[in-house]
């Protein structure tokens, strides 16, 4: 269930003759002998975790490591739950929408990018409307200005295969926020 994404070394894991040495509070103990900083840390009772092993010689710190990981992973969490994950809704339109259809689909829209996610827009041409592929555009934009309070263009409408896609999120200045 762990997410931690850095694995220090401790105690017996560590490998280095020589360690400069911090103490639980950040103090300065200096370089010691790796011998030395274990005795020293069975003495507070603390783990020894290498915290730079890039370091010449490498830090090592006094800490208690299970304590450490609880914490971290609390915050992990934490930061977890307060992201808001933005999905992507489509909406799709046709090349022969009516206006009171696109009006429906416009409320839609305006739902969606007021929840705070992105919105597809999407058309596709069948048949012999590829040749209308400029009436697309029109309704994109047209769509688009029934919107326009509420959405700013990630992406303006582009051609991919036969369908025409166009990439909206929500306006920063929304008054509704």
Sequence with gaps: MSDISIDYQINE????????????NGEQLGIVSLAEAMRIADERELDLVKIAPQAKPPVCKLMDYSKYRFEMQKREKEARKNQKVIQIKEVRLSATIDKHDMEVKAKNAEKFLKAGDKVKV???FRGRQMAYAGQGKEIMDVFFEMIKDFATIERKPLIEGRNMIMILVPANNNANN
């Design 13 to 24: 894991q560590i490998r280095d003759r020589e360690v400069r040495m911090v103490d639980e």
């Design 122 to 124: 999407s058309i596709r």
